[in-house]
């Protein structure tokens, strides 16, 4: 059974920095597409970020451009997020996929992470 593990949210002032984990278990040998989406109360979930199973070309949202890197080791992928905003305050979630390279849209992941909470104050 696969498993999505997020860890690493909290509290931090506006310009400060977090670095988010999340760790995939269940299929050896298995390359992951991995992406990281957020949801604010009363918005829809968002994406944010994602990285290939390939490794290859990154891909994030204009909000995000030039603060916050998506990486990965493996199956786990990291979000080094700097420069935080308050409007970057969210749960935030990782997602993984087997069935396609790559994921830039909530119907493209089927693994889910149960989400860690991002709080930015002003």
């Known amino acids: 059974q696969v498993q999505v593990v997020e860890s690493g949210g909290g509290l931090v002032q506006a310009g400060g920095s977090l670095r988010l984990s999340c760790a995939v278990s269940?299929?050896?040998?298995?390359?992951?597409?991995m992406g990281w989406f957020r949801q604010a109360p009363g918005k829809e979930r968002e994406f944010v970020a994602a990285?290939?199973?390939?490794?290859?070309k990154t891909y994030y949202t204009d909000s995000v451009k030039g603060r916050f890197t998506i990486s990965r080791i493996q199956n786990t992928a990291y979000l080094q997020m700097n420069s935080l905003k308050p409007e970057d305050t969210a749960v935030y979630y990782c997602?993984?996929?087997?069935?396609?390279?790559?994921?830039?849209?909530?119907?493209?992941?089927?693994?889910w992470g149960q989400g860690t909470q991002v709080t930015v104050s002003s």
């Open positions: 990285i290939p199973a390939n490794s290859g």
């Open positions: 997602a993984a996929d087997v069935t396609s390279e790559l994921g830039l849209t909530v119907d493209e992941y089927y693994y």
């Open positions: 269940g299929r050896t040998f298995t390359r992951y597409a």
